[in-house]
């Protein structure tokens, strides 16, 4: 499986739930937090989808998406242990650290497998 299959979803589900947390609290940390994050994970997911296009890996993309995955982790973690709230810290957590390790697998398997013109 590709990074950006995974990482568009994610990033959209990241600046979903930032606008939303800023709708329903007016938190501007929750707006400024999940839509900064999701931007950069959308971008990061469509450079790594352009390169797959062109047959070729982007490390600066993976970076960024591990990067990304990473600070949310560690955050939203940390929240989640203050507060013991489920929602969002916790999922957010959870959906975080899953991400940061697929992210991690992609980084030491060398990235996208990009298929050759045969297959």
């Known amino acids: 499986m590709h990074d950006f299959c995974f990482t568009i979803p994610y990033g959209l589900l990241v600046l979903v739930g930032g606008v939303v947390g800023y709708a329903r609290r007016g938190s501007t940390a ?3 937090g999940g839509a900064g994050s999701g931007v950069v994970l959308l971008l990061a ?5 352009k ?3 062109k047959r070729r890996n982007s ?3 993976l970076a960024l998406e591990t990067l990304c995955s990473l600070i949310l982790t560690f955050v939203m973690g940390k929240r989640y ?8 810290a916790g999922l957010v ?3 975080s650290a899953m991400m940061s ?7 030491a398997s060398g990235g ?3 298929p050759t013109k045969a297959e």
Do not use: D, R, V
């Open 93 to 95: 957590a959870a959906l």
């Open 30 to 32: 929750s707006l400024a």
């Open 59 to 61: 490390y600066l993309a």
């Open 81 to 88: 242990l203050e507060t013991s709230k489920i929602m969002p």
């Open 101 to 107: 390790l697929f992210y991690l697998y992609k980084i």
């Open 51 to 53: 390169a797959f296009e």
């Open 112 to 114: 996208n497998h990009i």
């Open 45 to 49: 997911g469509f450079l790594s989808l």
